[in-house]
């Protein structure tokens, strides 16, 4: 009955802008090709490359009201993205089949994967002050070395501009759960500023389920004579987080067994400064530094009537890792038809595991790469690299890629493609951690190649696009089962391959009503096990609808569905965690314009899994239920 009040509202919707729809007769709509950084490391227009991009603009933040950058992310295609339950649990990112280690995420060109996991840790990304987020779907190890298999996001901060203003925003919602924003940003002569902070809190639907995050986010920046400039970014976050789920057997029942001590503290700061240069025509350079830093402490305390599996009972743990790295850009153009990049970077990585695990490690890596691209005609553009990485711990590798994109203007067509090899590094963990480790790991290594075509229609209305990608992998780590704690033990174990299809679809039915859909087909193997990858959906589908349905009215509804995953349970066996539908709707009411000081005030609402859908995107963590967050905005 749900279902069918949701499909009605959405119809009636459509149905109301029906005759602004047959009447329009205003010429093409004027899109906008975004620019983007991440697939070049310099701002190029999204039709140039040969890559398959996605660019969430940081007004989708306010127009959707996404209370994690996590939720952003869901609607991207050839993305999968994996909460273990409620709000602050730790949440994953893979593309196309690729899982969470082999792709790279970065925050202003800086890298915020753990050395000790190999994974990104979304909740602890604050969604605040974002400019947007580019995500590039493939292999990116020739500008972004290791860990870059699947593709890379790469989240850019906002930059002050204009005249100072100013935002306040409060959300209530179940679950007692409270969100609360503020920012400021601006320029003023040749300096511009930009301050964001963020405060969730979420009692979550177990005993132990509940978590708090608070963030602050900062952007400072300079302009120079001879086009150059300053900028310096940080971003703090701390989430503390109760983890309710109690390991008892492998898999995990579907209902879980509640831990009630059991906590998670994360404190993370990642700071960057950047230097750039563009004194003449021919060449401009770029001097990049920053810094990863996370503490992480967990606490799980024994259990009344539950026997003690390790040695160390209470397992007290705190994990602190560090990164500092170093990025050297040159770029030299020959008019408008040709750029080469040269690069040189350097890492070092650290880490200290304390108390129940004690270790030490340390690495340094040496990276100097080369990209050229052509531009023939405005119309044909070629793109080629070379990376060569020495790591102190794991040795050298070599990786290659090369693109190109095609334009048809008169069919308003775009035909692209490119192929690349990668490699992902073995962990801390993989090599360092007692028990679980091997020294004599082999790095992963792989070579995916996609290609494409972009199709606009009616006037540049509709908007499609069709991909096809495959990606292969050798020397896969994954994990084995032992019989001696942890249980797990990371291995070479083969060839694993993922290949499919993406198709991506914007139609602007009105100039007010919007419709997205995408859908990925993944068809993912361990070869060497001949097994589905952990986790990963055969289908996902995507749509948002949205409608300005009055100058001061914005609705919008967005559903995500996704079919049975893979989970395996060790011995050559496994089972299926079920697939979902999840529906989630919102809108923005103006109820203020232009009041004295005040700019804007806006009544804010964003309801997800409208219809109460039981499921788990990791088996043994049931996701939330019908959650709703209400709030007001503020602009000033």
């Given at each position: ?70 939720e952003a992310l869901r609607q991207v295609p050839g993305v999968e993205i994996r909460r273990s339950g409620s709000f602050g649990k730790t949440t994953s990112i893979s593309i196309r089949g690729a899982n969470p280690s ?367 990608f495959q990606n292969d992998v050798r020397n896969l780590i994954t994990f084995v089962f032992i019989n001696t704690p942890p249980f797990v033990k990371g291995a070479n174990v083969g060839h694993a391959r993922s290949a ?137």
């Amino acid at each position: 009955m749900g279902r069918r009040i949701v499909i009605a509202v959405s119809l009636s919707w459509v149905l109301a802008a029906w005759p602004a729809w047959a009447q329009d007769t205003k010429p093409e709509t004027k899109i906008v090709d975004p620019v983007v950084v991440t697939a070049t490391k310099i701002e190029t227009p999204a039709g140039q490359l040969g890559a398959a991009v996605t660019v969430i603009d940081g007004e989708d933040f306010q127009t959707y009201h996404y209370p994690t950058v996590d939720e952003a992310l869901r609607q991207v295609p050839g993305v999968e993205i994996r909460r273990s339950g409620s709000f602050g649990k730790t949440t994953s990112i893979s593309i196309r089949g690729a899982n969470p280690s082999q792709v790279q995420v970065l925050v202003d060109g800086i890298r915020v994967k753990s050395p000790t996991l190999g994974q990104a840790e979304l909740s602890d990304i604050s969604p605040e002050l974002i400019e947007r987020v580019e995500i590039i779907r493939g292999p990116q190890s020739t500008l972004y070395g290791a860990d870059a298999i699947g593709g890379v996001v790469n989240i850019i901060t906002k930059k002050g501009k204009g005249p100072f203003s100013a935002r306040v925003e409060q959300e209530v919602g179940n679950y007692n759960t409270y969100v609360s924003r503020a920012s400021v940003s601006g320029a003023t002569g040749p300096f511009d500023y930009a301050l964001g902070v963020f405060h969730l809190e979420s009692g979550g639907q177990f005993e132990n389920d509940d978590s708090r995050q608070t963030a602050v986010n900062l952007r400072l920046g300079l302009t120079l004579p001879y086009d150059s400039g300053v900028t310096f970014t940080l971003r703090w976050n701390e989430t503390n987080t109760g983890l309710p789920v109690k390991f008892v057997t492998v898999p995990l029942p579907i209902q879980p067994i509640i831990d009630k001590n059991n906590e998670n503290l994360s404190d993370t700061l990642v700071t960057g400064l950047e230097l750039r240069t563009h004194p003449v025509s021919w060449w401009e350079s770029v001097l990049r530094g920053g810094r990863y830093f996370n503490i992480n402490k967990f606490v799980d305390l024994p259990d009344p009537g539950f026997p003690c599996a390790f040695a160390v009972c209470e397992f007290p743990q705190r994990l602190a890792v560090e990164r500092y790295e170093l990025e050297w850009l040159n770029h030299f153009h020959v008019q408008k038809w040709s750029t080469s990049t040269f690069g040189l970077e350097y890492r070092r990585e650290t880490a200290r595991s304390e108390k129940a695990t004690i270790f030490t490690a340390a690495s340094d890596t040496y990276s100097g790469f080369f990209q050229q691209t052509f531009r023939f005609f405005d119309r044909l553009y070629m793109t080629g690299g070379v990376r060569v990485e020495e790591n102190s711990v794991f040795g050298r590798n070599t990786t290659e890629r090369g693109s190109l994109s095609y334009l048809i203007k008169e069919w308003g067509t775009r035909i692209r493609g490119g192929a690349g090899s990668g490699f992902r590094a073995p962990t801390f963990n993989d090599l360092f951690f007692p028990g679980f480790s091997d020294l004599t790991l082999k790095p992963e290594t792989s070579f995916s190649y996609d290609f494409g075509v972009d199709q606009s229609l009616w006037r540049n209305r509709i908007r499609l696009g069709l991909t096809y990608f495959q990606n292969d992998v050798r020397n896969l780590i994954t994990f084995v089962f032992i019989n001696t704690p942890p249980f797990v033990k990371g291995a070479n174990v083969g060839h694993a391959r993922s290949a499919g299809i993406e198709f991506t679809s914007d139609v602007d039915l009105t100039d007010t009503l919007t419709l997205s859909v995408n859908y990925t087909y993944t068809d993912s193997e361990n070869l060497a096990t001949n097994q589905l990858l952990a986790r990963e959906p055969r289908h996902r589908w995507n749509g948002t609808l949205s409608w300005q349905a009055l100058p001061r009215l914005t609705l919008f509804t967005q559903v995500h569905a996704v079919t049975e995953q893979f989970e395996p349970t060790g011995g050559g066996s496994g089972l299926y965690n079920s697939g979902h539908t999840r529906i989630d709707v919102g809108g923005t009411y103006r109820l203020l314009n232009r009041y004295a000081f005040l700019q804007a005030l806006d009544l804010t609402a964003r309801v997800q899994n409208l219809l109460n859908e039981g499921y788990a995107e990791v088996r043994g963590f049931p996701a939330l239920g019908i959650q709703g967050l209400v709030g007001l905005r503020a602009s000033f």
